[in-house]
């Protein structure tokens, strides 16, 4: 079993470091550990990493236990290092799935105890995934800023838009297969579909990534996978929306004002499921986590409160 050993102290939350493996993800662990702690489990998405998650952390873990994955070759360490039976191609969006719920087991997490999920781009993706695979696994799924049916718009603009940096970054990650030039041009690629999205995000206003290491074209592998599977119809990347209580965030600020991950008509519809709740941040960007930390903190605990999954202090 992979060694547990501390890392680092948040305000005054101990956080514990965990190397990945072949059966699990690297993740960061922190608060009670004791039986019965409800449990959050944060997945972050491109081109974030775990430490994306620190603010909910600090707020958090005086009552939850929070885990706070890294995706393969998001972290510390290049995908070549951190899945080492598919260097070149990365990780499908299956084995994700899987290598979470081992990363599950491997913290400890009893299956009768179904933990609180939250997911924030392709972490949302893989969320509602993970709920579809596992759903006894999971109590309430908490998503921010791209729904289950994100790829598609409310306009002819923002889903070329969506199209074209997806065809971008998905084409780096295959370029950077290519053995001597490929690298580079991946990079060239990827960087300058990024410095696009960066300019159209306000980003003097509005909070950006969190990560450890300059962007990669290897770190597209979402990309590739998920568009590969849409193409070659496979249905695998087919997200529902979830039938257990939902909580859906989203911003509006920045590039988010003309291009969003989900439909309006989807809204409407989420709407009508008592269950679910969703709350527009008009302050925020596609990181409302971390341009609007407190509100969002204060909602994600509204939401976990009113389906009784907030342990009080007495």
């Known amino acids: 079993m992979t060694a547990k050993t501390p890392s680092s102290k ?24 004791t039986a019965g702690t409800p449990v959050l489990l944060f997945v972050h998405g491109f081109p974030d990493n775990a430490r994306l998650w620190k603010k909910q952390v600090e707020a958090f873990s005086p009552t939850h236990r929070c885990l706070c994955v890294d995706l393969p070759g998001y972290g510390e360490e290049p995908l070549r290092k951190t899945v080492p039976r598919t260097p070149r191609r990365g990780p499908d969006f299956h084995e994700i799935v899987e290598l979470l719920q081992g990363t599950l087991q491997h913290a400890d997490i009893p299956a009768d105890q179904p933990v609180h999920l939250v997911g924030h781009d392709w972490g949302a993706v893989i969320s509602y995934l993970f709920l579809q695979r596992f759903p006894a696994r999971v109590a309430t799924i908490s998503c921010i800023d791209v729904g289950p049916t994100a790829g598609k718009q409310d306009s002819v603009g923002s889903t070329a838009l969506v199209l ?3 065809a971008g970054l998905s084409g780096a990650f295959f370029l950077q297969q290519i053995p001597l030039a490929g690298s580079l041009f991946g990079k060239v690629l990827s960087t300058a579909v990024l410095t696009l999205l960066s300019g159209l995000n306000e980003p003097r206003k509005l909070s950006g990534g969190v990560r450890s290491r300059p ?19 496979t249905g695998e990347v087919r997200c529902e929306t979830p039938q257990i209580p939902f909580f859906y965030a989203y911003g509006e600020r920045g590039i988010k004002r003309f291009m969003t991950f989900h439909q309006k008509k ?17 302050n925020c960007g596609h990181w409302l986590m ?16 009113s389906n009784q999954m907030v342990r009080t202090e007495s």
Do not use: I
């Open 10 to 33: 948040t305000k005054n939350t101990r956080v514990e470091k965990v190397a990945g493996s072949e059966s699990h993800l690297a993740y960061f662990d922190s608060g009670p550990k």
């Open 164 to 166: 074209g940096y997806h």
């Open 215 to 233: 962007v990669s074209p290897d770190m597209c592998y979402v990309y590739f996978h998920f568009w590969k599977h849409v193409l070659q119809k």
């Open 290 to 305: 971390r341009d609007d930390a407190p509100r969002y903190n204060a909602s994600l605990a509204r939401f976990l409160k």
């Open 266 to 282: 989807w809204l409407k519809q989420l709407s009508k499921f008592p269950q679910a709740h969703f709350e527009a941040f008009d």
